[in-house]
């Protein structure tokens, strides 16, 4: 059976230590209820520490790479997909994905969000800015919600992601 798949999304050059730790602990508790992650693969932010928690954990993480080689790809990601697309794979990442955690805020990431809105995934901001939950939560009709850490980001997928589950435990 198909498990549910889950998107973390957030900055990789310029993410905070703490975009990255709440990233970590959404890989591992993705992983402990056998879901598997997807992230945009690189080595670095957001993407390599939810690729290192979810491994640690030992689940599997699929790596929606911008570029052509998958040895670009964050030590850790099980599969890694080269799509030659740049940022235009935040397409691919979002679609691909039954929900998108998001962890930090950056340009890209801000597009990820975007592009989850308008394919109505469920999306859960963890810890954002006043201005930046008013701007998303304003264009969502209802699909973003806000998180004040990885433990509450899971428990409101877990509320959303029920009527969609394919089998995951």
């Known amino acids: 059976m198909a498990r549910l798949s889950i998107a973390v999304v957030g900055p990789g050059e310029s993410a905070s230590s703490q975009a990255m730790d709440d990233a970590r602990e959404i890989g591992r508790l993705a ?3 056998g879901w598997t992650m997807l992230t945009g693969g690189r080595a670095l932010g957001v993407m390599a520490a939810a690729i ?4 640690r954990a030992g689940g599997i993480t699929v790596g929606i790479l911008p570029g052509r080689d998958q040895r670009d790809a964050a030590p850790g990601c099980t599969v890694a ?3 030659g ?6 397409v691919v990442l979002v679609t691909a994905a039954d929900a998108v955690v998001v962890c930090g805020m950056s340009a890209g990431t801000a597009s990820e969000v975007a592009l989850a809105i308008q394919a109505s995934r469920p999306t859960v901001l963890v810890r ?7 701007f998303f939560r304003d264009l969502s009709n209802g699909t973003v919600g ?3 850490n990885a433990a509450q980001a ?3 997928l ?3 992601l029920r009527s969609i589950d394919v089998g995951s435990s």
């Open 81 to 83: 997909i080269p799509t």
């Open 146 to 148: 806000i998180a004040a």
């Open 128 to 134: 954002p800015t006043n201005e930046v939950s008013v």
């Open 154 to 156: 899971i428990a409101w």
């Open 158 to 160: 877990e509320g959303r």
């Open 31 to 33: 992983a402990e209820r």
């Open 85 to 90: 697309l740049g940022e235009a794979r935040n």
């Open 52 to 55: 290192d928690g979810a491994a």
